[in-house]
Nanobody
Framework: QVQLVEFGGGTVQAGGSLRLSCTASGRTLVNYAMAWFRQAPGKEREFVADISRSGGRTNYSDAVRSRFTISKDNAKNTAYLQLSSLKPEDTAVYYC?????????????????WGQGTQVTVSS
């Protein structure tokens, strides 16, 4: 198992930016695919972006494509999510997730290691 801790959440005005970090311990992230999900109050946890273990392939949800960027620094054992052009509807708790080699399916069930989440609040 790999332990994940997210950093970087906070409150920002609409149009602003944040960078979330997800630092791993216990295992190296070299062999782990990573993803970011988010959960707004009263809603289900939803996929935001994922990245292959090498960092060579990324995917984004339609809601964040062209505004968010996922990246992975295996040397620092850290994954990142750069959030730009933020909107009030981006307000949620953001979770990073990891799974060995590649996701087993789609969505939340495809990942078996999770961080505790970090709150992002976007004010209008």
């Amino acid at each position: 198992q790999v332990q994940l801790v997210e950093f970087g959440g906070g409150t920002v005005q609409a149009g602003g930016s944040l960078r979330l970090s997800c630092t791993a311990s216990g295992r190296t992230l070299v062999n782990y695919a990573m993803a970011w999900f988010r959960q707004a109050p009263g809603k289900e946890r939803e996929f935001v972006a994922d990245i292959s273990r090498s960092g060579g392939r990324t995917n984004y949800s339609d809601a964040v494509r062209s505004r968010f960027t996922i990246s992975k620094d295996n040397a620092k054992n850290t994954a990142y999510l750069q959030l730009s052009s933020l909107k009030p509807e981006d307000t949620a708790v953001y979770y990073c997730a990891a799974t060995l080699f590649a996701p087993k399916g789609e969505g939340v069930a495809a990942y078996d290691n999770w961080g505790q989440g970090t709150q992002v609040t976007v004010s209008s």
